[in-house]
């Protein structure tokens, strides 16, 4: 079956270390998007792209970083200077141009300790 | 910048009843996209419903339907026959009809259901 699969679930990381959440989807999409999800402030978009090589900021994007080196996969860096990276992320992929919404990523947990 | 406002942090009604969540956008485009989106306990995000902003008739599916008011900006749900199922966040988005796909959020609505 197709679908965005993220890894891990759970992360925990040290304060001061980067640390990479991996997205990857078989679903052909063309656009892929990361949202950090807070209580009480619904979903926020950090980073897009809606195509390989290229991708743009979003509404939160300082102290993050992204790739997109192949049409599947989508990397989003935390690295050390997001000042409260304790969040749930999510990954969501879309077929551009077409406006039916995204198909999204069960989430990775980061928490730093 | 378009936003969007839910105004119910929760809600919660009985086992068989209607419950309507609100939501009302911000926006000086003419062309773009409405949703809600559900996630329960599993934190999985469940497209429920979405809307045309240029059709007039208000979107359906099975006991979810939608009340869609252009001019004022305001796109509710509504849920009848609520079943336990139907626990969960609901957040309504926005999508703009030009331009990158960009969903754009409410803070969303614990729905909880009660038997």
Redo the contacts between chains.
Sequence with gaps: DGGITQSPKYLFRKEGQNVTLSCEQNLNHD?M?W?RQDP??????IY?S?IVNDF?K?DIAEGYSVSREKKESFPLTVTSAQKNPTA?Y?C?S?T??T????T?G??TRLTVV | AQTVTQSQPEMSVQEAETVTLSCTYDTSESDYYLFWYKQPPSRQMILVIRQEAYKQQNATENRFSVNFQKAAKSFSLKISDSQLGDAAMYFCAYMSGWGAQKLVFGQGTRLTINP
């Design positions: 656009a998007y949202y009480g402030q619904g979903l926020r978009l897009y809606q743009q979003g749930f999510l969501a879309s551009d141009g406006n039916y919404g995204y999204f069960s989430g």
